[in-house]
């Protein structure tokens, strides 16, 4: 644990694994989510986004959301991201052989196209999905992880971040999402709309209280699966194509896997070695590097007084790479995944999607997507690196690539069977 004190701020690292669970897991009430995160993201999420609220608002939200999530569901939205796997597959496939590609960018596609198919049953070349895509990318690139000024708490008159352009973006973008709730809001009265994640969120009522969301509660939440869904998933995937460039052997076992896979949900779980070099990304390079919770009670972390208000910072960058809990950590081991030990290490030190009532939203379906992508990529592409281009890692919204993440590509051809042993 690591204890950082300034006029401005003060702060705990936490990556110890009994702590991280309390703050997470056990009494995740007492940790919610730091105002001074959301400061930054409030322009592009509104105030009510799932993503920034707390306490009993943030409850009834994921009472809502939640089934739209559930495992049936992905087995219905399977089709769906399998479309756009392929489209990922042919918009590459349209590159001339063995040209160097900026692999991010073409991640980045592939999730947004997810994103837009799963929740708004519209494909990546709509119109208005382009032009959000688009929009997006300007704001990504011009936004820090967080809002610094507003993590270290500087008086109000300091100039911070977001900067007019970002706040320029972030409007440009909530009035896009605002038109596409409201046209939904009209096919759900006319009873026209279609069965996808966006009707399913708008027309789920909380259990508990019968109340659905506002059109206005709903742009927030769009905005977030659009953020947290797309951000995220491009940054793995990414990374994951990176990796296996890196260790061909792995790609070439991945590869054969994907091999003749069918279109159905069932193929999913033949695909043990690309979920496992999934997963191997996700610890190596986990998309949210940090997350900060707040103190709200005074506390003790071993034996260090945490004051009211101190910031709780959780890093699964720093738990997955500790070589307390990991063997060889800095390894790229996708076969770590087979063996107990690992089994113990993933139960303690590993949370790229969080953990305890705050997880994820969508980390079956972020399973799901990855796994199945990374497959289709690798069974007709083969990715090479390239000399004098090593991706310097860097935390924008997710850890992302300094200068992009650029990678050779070729058309794969027959794929040769794994090497026999004779004898
Ligand atoms: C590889 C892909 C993904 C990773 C690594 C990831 C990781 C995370 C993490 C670490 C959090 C917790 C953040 C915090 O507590 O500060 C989170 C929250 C969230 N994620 Fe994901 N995510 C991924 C994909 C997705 C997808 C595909 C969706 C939706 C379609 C999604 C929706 C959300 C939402 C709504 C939250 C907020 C949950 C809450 O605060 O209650 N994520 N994600």
């Known amino acids: 644990m690591a204890e950082m004190r300034t006029p401005f701020f003060h702060s705990f690292m936490v990556n110890d694994p009994a702590l991280t669970k309390v703050v997470l897991k056990e009494r995740p009430d007492d940790f919610p989510k730091s105002d001074r995160i959301a400061a930054g993201l409030i322009p592009l999420l509104g105030r009510d986004s799932v993503f920034l609220t707390n306490g009993a608002q943030w409850k009834q939200q994921r009472r809502i959301i939640d089934p739209a999530f ?63 895509f688009e929009a997006f990318r300007d704001h ?44 939904r809001q009209a096919q759900i009265a006319a009873g026209t709309a279609p069965d996808d994640l966006a009707t399913k969120i708008m027309t789920t009522a909380d259990p508990e209280t019968g109340a659905l969301f506002t059109p206005a509660e ?23 194509l990176y ?118 939203v969508g980390a079956g379906f972020a399973m799901l997507e990855g796994t199945l992508i990374l497959a289709m990529l690798l069974r007709d592409f083969r990715f090479e690196v390239v000399e004098g281009r090593d991706p310097v890692p860097v935390a924008y919204m997710t850890v992302r690539a300094k200068d992009g993440i650029w990678l050779r590509v070729t058309p794969r051809g027959p794929v040769n069977p794994p090497a026999q042993t004779t004898g």
């Not at 610094?148 to 008159?157: M, Y």
């Open 243 to 360: 990796l296996v460039a890196l260790y061909p052997e792995w790609q070439d076992q991945a590869a054969r896997e994907a091999q003749g896979m069918a279109a159905e949900f069932s193929a999913l779980s033949k695909l043990r070695i690309n979920r496992d070099i999934f997963r191997e990304t996700l610890r190596l390079y986990p998309p949210v590097p940090m997350m900060v919770r707040e103190a709200t009670a005074p506390e003790t972390f071993r034996d260090r007084a945490v004051p009211v208000g101190a910031q709780i910072v959780l890093s699964p960058w720093h738990l997955h790479r500790h070589t307390r809990f990991w063997q060889s950590p800095d390894d790229f081991d996708p076969a770590r995944w087979s063996t107990p030990e690992c089994r113990a290490s993933a139960r303690d030190a590993y949370m790229p999607f969080s953990e305890g009532p705050r997880v994820c």
């Open 70 to 132: 559930e495992g049936g569901r992905l087995r219905e939205i399977f089709p769906v991201i399998w479309e756009s796997a392929a489209a990922a597959v042919a918009r590459l496939g349209a590159t001339p052989a063995g040209s160097v590609v900026e692999i991010d960018h073409h991640a980045s596609h592939a999730a947004a196209d997810v994103i837009f198919r799963t929740l708004f049953s519209i494909p990546i070349e709509s119109d208005v999905a382009r032009e959000v």
């Open 140 to 183: 990504q690139r011009s936004r820090p992880v967080m809002n610094l000024g507003a993590f270290i708490n500087l008086p109000a008159w300091v100039p911070r971040f977001p900067s007019r352009k970002t706040g320029e973006t972030a409007r440009r973008i909530r009035r896009l999402i605002s038109k596409m709730v409201d046209e």
């Open 218 to 240: 709903m742009v927030d939440q769009v905005a977030i699966f659009f953020l947290a869904g797309h951000e995220t998933s491009a940054s793995a995937l990414a990374w994951a």
